[in-house]
């Protein structure tokens, strides 16, 4: 839902299940970094590697296990509220409920989970 919403927004999309369903974490950020993408997860492991391990990134935003209709209204209030820290790169943030919430930025995202 969350990667289909991106692609018609005009977002530029890859998710790990299309290349390696079993792709590794660490192998996940060496690619977010190559290709330059920030990973959009709900996967605590991410922060935990970045912070742990002093790993570089392009930026991962983490989104609560929610329902997805919830989860993509937070992902709309970031790109609507962060869109220029997420052009800057090297953006990190755990995403929680807000109040309001819409679109913007152009940016290569990654989707890792559903």
């Known amino acids: 839902m969350l990667a289909r919403w991106l692609l018609e927004h005009g977002y530029d999309v890859l998710r790990v ?28 492991d991410f922060e935990e590697i970045i912070w742990r391990e002093n790993r570089r990134h392009e930026g991962v935003l983490r989104l609560e296990n929610l329902p997805h209709i919830e989860r993509l209204s937070l992902l709309e209030y970031v790109l609507t509220h962060h869109s220029q820290d997420l052009a ?5 943030h ?21």
């Open 17 to 44: 299940a299309d290349v390696d369903s079993k792709m590794q974490d660490h192998k996940i950020l060496q690619w977010a970094l190559r290709e330059k993408r920030i990973i959009i997860t709900t996967d605590q």
């Open 88 to 92: 800057l790169g090297g953006y990190h």
């Open 94 to 114: 755990r995403i929680e409920p807000k109040d309001s919430y819409s679109q913007a930025s152009q940016r290569r995202l990654m989707r890792v989970s559903s």
